[in-house]
């Protein structure tokens, strides 16, 4: 049996990539077009904020909306940018889809995709064992991921965390545990990156540390 190391959290085992950063990437694609929904809904201010959703005593007329939803909504400029002064905030969430779409059609020969926020991440994930096989799937992972979080944190729907209390890391042994909901491990370690626990792992982990508990108290 040949290991490898996953391209992207680096831990040994068959395939080029691990099958939980594979589900992870899985996620985050078919979360995106429920995020575009929530934010088209978040284009406008809070009552009496600014632009960018915070108050604001400016004296020339306010733009239509908020500055960073506009700016992920918006299209993709024509051509490159040339001086990184002209980016503002992050890439726009669909020019970000139709890059990673038109790399994945010149590389497989494929007809080009709809440049619609379903159209598009239906097509990466279509092709994501594929994806996964390339060394720039780390790549491919980080924009992604940094694209949900962005709008997440805009569209206020971030996964909150919850420290799983009594309950020690099996790598680290500390109290660092986390849950977050909604997302996609049952549990992780804080601080350990190759700790992450499904909901069978977990409850099996419970287990072992009440019996363990349990012979230290009878």
């Excluded at 051509?79 to 503002?88: I, R, Y």
């Excluded at 991440?121 to 996964?132: K, M, V």
């Excluded at 992450?196 to 977990?202: E, F, H, S, V």
Aim: hydrophobic share 35%.
């Amino acid at each position: 049996m040949n290991l490898h190391e996953c391209f992207i959290c680096s831990e040994p085992q068959e395939a080029k990539t691990c099958y939980r950063c594979r589900n992870g990437i899985r996620g985050d694609l078919a979360g995106l077009p429920e995020q575009f929904v929530y934010l088209t809904l978040s284009r406008q201010p809070a009552q009496g904020g600014g632009g960018d959703g915070r108050f604001s005593a400016r004296l020339h007329a306010p733009l239509p909306g908020r500055v960073d939803t506009l700016n992920l909504l918006g299209p993709a400029a024509r051509q490159a940018v040339a001086d990184g002064e002209d980016q503002t905030g992050p890439a726009p969430l669909l020019a970000v889809l139709e890059t990673w779409c038109e790399a994945l059609a010149d590389e497989r020969g494929l007809t080009p995709v709809r440049k619609h926020v379903t159209a598009m991440t239906e097509r990466l994930t279509r092709h994501l064992p594929w994806i996964c096989e390339q060394p720039w799937v780390r790549e491919f992972q980080e924009e992604i991921r940094d694209l949900v979080r962005t709008t997440q944190k805009i569209t206020l729907t971030e996964p909150r965390k919850e420290l799983l209390r009594g309950v020690t890391c099996p790598s680290c042994e500390g109290l660092t545990l986390v849950r977050y909901s909604p997302g996609d491990w049952s549990a992780e370690c804080a601080l350990c990156p190759s700790v992450k626990l499904d909901q069978r792992d977990y409850n099996l982990l419970v287990q072992s540390q009440a019996r363990g508990l349990e012979a230290v108290n009878p």
